[in-house]
């Protein structure tokens, strides 16, 4: 009896000691005296996180919440103190002016464990500089011009797919025909391969591109304790990627390295740049001997964040033409003009479509696909002019991107779609750090000049040749799935496809 109440006695003292010491870690921010919202013990401030809140619209929730209160506020991203910046100044002081302090983005990954994670978005550090400075290069307009024809070519079959659904249905799903085009043309153009997702719905590029963001290897409680404690995590060889998403990727990309180098196959493309970077022995590069599995990596964020971001974009800007038919029209006027005024559409006439740039920037304003940023700082960094608020080493930084975009002080009638904000009167007139769907800084999106053309160039093709309009089973209003970290509706958006 006596041993085992010490047993007992003994529990009663282990547990109580973790409770006062995760209690106690909850109290940062209260010490401090730095405004935030009381935590839960296991969550804190992401109760319903991955469950039935998304992280851009917690963030953006906690924006309007407590802007004015002071530059940041604080919160608790499970038991792990963070900030959640609401001054803007503070935000180009990060993302900017002094950028060397905020380099990274904190975020998991394991190259180890996890190797599709060591890609440019997630590795921090030199390794980050190294790569963006020689994978840059790809993404100059000189080598959009050269990808176009590629891009164009898969638009010409994405009209020809478009005009056979419609003959046999006129309510489509449109982001999932839209996914099917921006897979073909990342594949092509990334991995050299001809998915041809636009005729096979069972495409295993597109069913477990979109699994790799839609879904997560583990459930809500276990990613928030990587969250809480990533260095533990990576200790415990932690992964997050499901084993098929990474079987198919790595599979897939090695094969199709060592078909390349066993036939010297040369192309201008993506994965030609990455091989030439990992066979370099020059010692120019900084990436001599680059692993297989970290060449992967790269492919598979270039692939993932050119499929999904741009797909969403232009299915959210068909949404809303629909339900917009005056703004449609206009947009097809423009179309119109331009494919009758010039023989042959080239990237510079796709790129110079002004109503349609405005159409485009808009969506991206009311639905920012990346609705945070995520930035950790170096070493404590005191905020200038604000000494009380200091942001101590290492501690994880949210830039509520979705919340200043939908910001009533910056965005009269924020949930309205008015592409006019968009003029370039408006655009000159507006501070850039209230429009950010690509980040802004040293870090931010390598991609989006790429972005920018197969979205431009496959909704001017669409509206183009089809009418789209609002039917019984299009969604009165969008509501955004809990698990990804991109802004991703619950529901399909089915809207009525006519031929003009």
Excluded at 17 to 24: P, Q, S
């Amino acid at each position: 009896m006596e041993s085992s109440g010490i047993v007992i006695y003994l529990i009663i003292a282990i547990a109580s000691a973790v409770v006062y010491l995760l209690r106690r870690n909850l109290n940062y921010w209260k010490r401090l005296g730095i405004p935030h919202e009381e935590p839960t013990i296991l969550m804190g401030n992401m109760t319903g996180l991955r469950t039935h809140r998304c992280m851009g619209e917690i963030l953006a929730t906690y924006y309007r919440k407590f802007k004015g209160c002071g530059p940041f506020a604080g919160i608790y991203n499970g038991q792990r103190p963070g900030v959640v910046l609401l001054d803007k100044q503070l935000i180009k002081n990060v993302l900017i002016k002094d950028f060397t302090q905020f380099t990274d983005r904190g975020l998991y990954y394991n190259e180890k464990a996890d190797p599709l994670t060591g890609h440019l978005f997630f590795v921090d550090g030199d390794k980050w500089r190294s790569l963006r400075n020689k994978l840059s290069p790809t993404f100059t307009s000189g080598k959009m011009k050269y990808m176009y024809p590629t891009v164009l070519k898969v638009a010409d079959r994405f009209m020809t797919v478009l005009a056979e659904k419609v003959e046999k249905d006129a309510i489509l799903n449109v982001r999932d025909i839209l996914a099917r085009y921006t897979v073909d043309v990342i594949g092509s153009v990334a991995f050299g391969i001809e998915c041809n997702s636009l005729r096979n719905s069972q495409d295993s590029f597109l069913l477990l591109g979109r699994k790799s963001i839609e879904t997560q290897r583990h459930n809500a409680l276990i990613m928030i304790l990587i969250d809480s404690f990533p260095r533990l995590a990576k200790i415990l060889g932690m992964r997050i990627l499901p084993q098929d998403v990474h079987e198919f990727f790595m599979n897939t990309i090695k094969e199709t390295v060592a078909y390349r180098e066993q036939h010297n196959i040369q192309r201008s493309d993506f994965l030609h740049i990455l091989i030439e970077l990992k066979n370099s022995v020059d010692g120019k590069t900084g990436l001599e001997g680059m692993e297989l599995e970290e060449l992967a990596a790269q492919v598979f964020v270039f692939f993932l964040a050119g499929f999904e971001t741009s797909s969403s974009t232009m299915a959210y800007a068909l949404y809303e033409l629909a339900l917009n038919q005056q703004l449609q029209e206009r947009l097809r006027e423009e179309i119109n003009e331009v494919y009758e005024s010039t023989p042959e559409l080239t990237y510079d006439v796709i790129m110079n479509m002004t109503y349609l740039d405005q159409v485009i920037s808009e969506t991206l304003r009311k639905y920012p696909i990346l609705p945070f940023l995520n930035r950790q700082a170096l070493k404590d960094y005191v905020v200038p002019g604000n000494p009380k608020f200091v942001i101590p080493k290492g501690t994880p930084i949210f830039i509520p991107i979705m919340g200043i975009q939908h910001d009533p002080e910056y965005y009269p009638n924020p949930e309205e779609f008015d592409p006019e904000r968009f003029t370039a009167d408006m655009v000159k007139q507006r501070d850039p750090i209230e429009w950010m769907p690509f980040g802004d800084g040293p870090r931010n999106c390598i991609g989006a000049r790429f972005a920018k053309m197969q979205t431009r160039l496959g909704l001017a093709s669409a509206l183009r040749r089809f009418r789209f309009s609002v039917c019984p089973k299009t969604p009165l209003t969008l509501a955004f799935q809990a698990k990804p970290l991109v802004l991703t509706p619950i529901h399909e958006i089915y809207l009525k496809v006519e031929e003009i």
